[in-house]
């Protein structure tokens, strides 16, 4: 029985030895966690630490300082690349963004030197897991904004249209070409999380846009054959002229009409300005010849006009000069003034029609381009009235008495009726009249010396010196 007793005794001292060992245990542990602490930890970072995967671990504070200072911290621009672009290289301080030292520093004061407790120094003296931290950034926004709307800015690029390229006779098609965008609100996530990891690199996240309209779709038009052209002569007398006529057909070539649209002259060349390059040369003016801006491009207008015609379009609205111009028929010409007056035309054909204009050798050419057309156009005159010019004399006390010089030959104006006639197969289907037109004449004027005083000839001396004076100026 003592026996007994005895080792009972013994039994329970053991199992309360072990519990006050189980429950010193973790007193223990600490005591050790902050004997390693102190002894070879105090002040450094523990074993396993990262920064934006730079170890820091087993260093001390101003040691990890020094290295993210010559490394991590150092980083002051950032080189955004692309493909087909040249590397752009921004400074931090321009995108607004940059370390917050001090909050980094004190984020891996915390995690890095165990300042959880005793518990996290256990875990990270025992655990034997990395512990990766993230930096602390300072971000202005407004700043950051400027710099991508800037760049997105510079890196914009609108889609180029396939077009249709008329050179002569000949039609060509160009190409089009995606355009480009920049895909802002992804950089600006991807900005920071470049800068935070370090990166002295970042591609650009760019975007593309297609054409509206395919290569193929500017074939299937069937533009490529010439339909109809007219052609006028013009005089290299006047290169200003020459050069107004040039800008004028280069506007207007390459123009493409959809079926059912209406063409307006004075809408394709706007305000004939010297910053277009337009120069001054004759224009006319309450019936006279005068200097003006854009002068010659009634040439154009009236040409491309004769190859409306041909084309059997509806004329929508034209004006003819007052005087006569000479490189056109009377009733074939069509007049222009930028915001008073307009060539218009509409396509009423079932098809889309390419204009093509150019001035070479001379000769202004205009040509529609599209299906060959069943019908054939012939423009005819009718009713032609000439209307005599008058003569005006001017006395010139400079001259001698009863001599009279030519100051301006006179012109004759017309009336005129203008004719549209459509023949199919040879035979005549319709004829239309497309205007009714006035052309006023030119005065041709005379100087004469003054007339004998009737002090020194008698009136019917006087009299017959007029006479004769007014048919001698009448003589061609």
């Not at 506007?251 to 649209?261: D, S």
């Not at 012109?411 to 004719?419: E, I, M, N, S």
Request: hydrophobic share 40%.
């Amino acid at each position: 029985m003592k026996v007994l007793k005895e080792r009972l005794s013994a039994t329970l001292h053991q199992k309360w030895f072990i519990i006050g060992l189980i429950l010193l245990l973790p007193v223990i542990l600490g005591l050790l966690a902050a004997a390693v602490d102190f002894g070879c930890y105090r002040g450094k970072i523990y074993p396993g630490v990262y920064l934006q995967e730079i170890p820091l671990g087993r260093l001390s504070l101003v040691a990890a300082e020094d290295r993210l200072n010559s490394g991590l911290f150092s980083l002051e621009q950032i080189t955004l690349t692309g493909a087909e672009l040249e590397p752009r290289t921004l400074p931090l301080s321009k995108l607004g963004i940059g370390y917050d030292r001090n909050k980094t520093m004190d984020a891996l004061r915390r995690a890095g030197t165990g300042c959880s407790g005793y518990s996290g120094r256990l875990s990270r003296l025992f655990g034997g897991a990395p512990l990766h931290l993230n930096g602390e950034l300072i971000v202005q926004s407004s700043r950051l904004e400027q710099a991508l709307e800037q760049l997105a800015g510079e890196l914009e690029r609108a889609p180029q249209e396939p077009a249709l390229i008329v050179r002569g006779p000949n039609v060509f098609i160009e190409e089009g070409r995606e355009g480009r965008f920049l895909k802002k609100e992804q950089l600006r996530r991807e900005l920071p999380e470049a800068i935070l990891r370090g990166q002295q690199e970042l591609p650009l996240p760019l975007g593309t846009r297609a054409p509206q309209q395919s290569a193929a779709e500017l074939a299937s038009l069937g533009v490529e054959q010439v339909m109809v052209s007219f052609s006028t002569t013009v005089s290299p007398t006047l290169p200003g002229r020459t050069n107004n006529i040039r800008l004028g057909a280069a506007a207007i070539n390459g123009c493409l009409i959809a079926p059912g649209e209406i063409f307006s002259f004075g809408a394709i060349i706007g305000e004939t300005t010297r910053e277009k390059g337009y120069q001054e040369a004759p224009v006319i003016v309450g019936g006279e010849l005068r200097p003006g801006l854009g002068g010659g491009l009634c040439q154009v207008s009236s040409t491309l006009y004769n190859a409306a015609l041909l084309a059997n379009l509806e004329i929508v609205e034209r004006h003819n000069h007052s005087l006569v111009v000479n490189y056109l028929p009377v009733g074939r010409d069509a007049t222009i003034s930028i915001g008073w007056a307009d060539l218009k035309f509409r396509n009423s054909r079932e098809h889309h029609l390419l204009i093509g204009a150019e001035l070479n050798e001379g000769l202004l050419t205009f040509r529609f381009f599209g299906p060959p057309m069943e019908e054939r156009v012939e423009i005819t005159s009718s009713d032609i009235v000439r209307i005599a010019p008058p003569v005006r004399y001017e006395t010139d006390p400079s001259l001698p008495p009863g001599e009279t010089e030519l100051v301006r030959s006179g012109a004759p104006g017309y009336t005129v009726k203008t004719w549209r006639v459509l023949y199919r197969e040879e035979k005549e289907i319709s004829r239309e009249l497309l205007s009714h037109d006035h052309y006023n004449p030119t005065a041709a004027i005379y100087r004469t010396g003054p007339s004998p005083s009737s002090s020194k000839l008698g009136p019917a001396a006087e009299k017959l010196w007029l006479l004769s004076t007014a048919r001698a100026a009448r003589r061609p």
